[in-house]
């Protein structure tokens, strides 16, 4: 079994979302000593962004090094998630969104005939068989219950790209409230190590 573990926070040690990545995939390995990991950090190793160089040269356009070299990271990050059985993403709330970091590499994962096919009735799927666990960090509160939700442009995203690309079995590790004071900031830790701790690695 395999398992992509990608980090998108730009806080470093101080990031909550890589707290609670690291905290998950732990948690599969003592649960199944025989996942293999893949790591990949955007923040110290960004993806390029789309460009229309970069889409042109992964047609086959003449490509100089610098653009072979962005064909090569955009192809590794679509052959990571591909090869992968379980996905665990760190998803900090940035400007009620996700970080530009993570934006980029989902870029790279919406190509058609890999993740997903067109036809008469749309575009259809092709990665019903990954798991995905999201560690959803917030400064504030933008659950369904809060009058903030409607704010909420970063779990609504993740779960909307995903599920046109065919990932149904999505969870949510969320500690939300943690720049509201030292309270809640522990109360959500304490909530997603709940959350945690019930994950399955089968």
Known sequence: MKLLHVDSSITGNESISRRL???IVAHLRAGRPDIQVVYRDL???PVPHQS???MAARSGAAAGDNM????AAADTALED???ADIVVIGAPMYNFGIPSQLKAWIDHLAVPGKTFTYSEAGAAGLCGDKRLIVASTRGGIYSAQSPKATHDHQESYLK???AVIGVTDISFVRAEGVRMGDQLKE???AVAR???SALRAA
């Open 21 to 23: 990545t690291a905290d």
């Open 43 to 45: 923040d110290a190793v």
């Open 52 to 54: 229309a160089a970069l």
């Open 68 to 71: 072979r070299a962005e064909v």
């Open 81 to 83: 998630f591909l090869s």
């Open 160 to 162: 909307g790209f995903f």
């Open 187 to 189: 109360q959500a830790l």
């Open 194 to 196: 709940e959350e945690t």
